[in-house]
């Protein structure tokens, strides 16, 4: 849903900042709609993984170089899965005056959203809560078409638990499944 409500459309540079559940998906969403895309994580092996989706550019956050990297990009839309305070600030950082910010992650506490960029970089921020019915049906049919693919770790549903902490901390690569025992 963020990124048909930031409108993009073929040539356009997307940045997903974020590669979990939502943003594994996003990069490949934003590639089949004919966008250029990079990705951003705290993580390597997410890093990694974007680049196996098929991610134009993928960084981590510790490359002190990624920053400067993506702002010469000229961004034309920033999509935020990660629900940190410090993803929607290198968001604002990388957007391109005129850009797009959508925000599908939100952190604890309030997060300060900068009105002076706003105002004179001209940033246009989108709320993404859910989905509609009509862009669920898109996914799961470009799903179908094998357009895109779920990252999945299946568990033993006893190991439930340490898997939800696993998530809490963004130590799980894409999704998790729990799987009944017999």
Do not use: N, W
């Amino acid at each position: 849903g963020g990124l048909q409500d930031c409108g993009v459309r073929a040539g356009q540079r997307v940045c997903v900042i974020g590669v979990g559940g939502q943003g594994h998906y996003a990069i490949q969403i934003a590639k089949a709609m004919g966008a250029q895309v990079y990705a951003l994580d705290i993580d390597p092996a997410k890093v990694a993984l974007a680049r196996d989706l098929g991610a134009d550019g993928a960084f981590t956050t510790s490359d002190a170089s990624c920053v400067e990297e993506l702002t010469a990009l000229e961004l034309d839309v920033v999509i935020v899965t990660a629900p940190s305070h410090q993803a929607h600030q290198l968001a604002l950082a990388v957007v391109s005056f005129g850009g797009k910010i959508s925000l599908c992650a939100v952190p604890e506490g309030e997060t300060p959203l900068s009105m002076i960029a706003r105002i004179f970089k001209g940033v246009t921020y989108v709320s993404q809560g859910v989905a509609t019915r009509l862009q669920l049906k898109e996914v799961l049919e470009m799903a179908a078409a094998g357009a895109i693919k779920s990252h999945v770790e299946t568990r033993p549903l006893r190991a439930a638990p340490e898997a939800i902490a696993q998530l809490r901390e963004r130590e799980i690569v894409g999704r998790v499944v729990f799987v009944p025992e017999a």
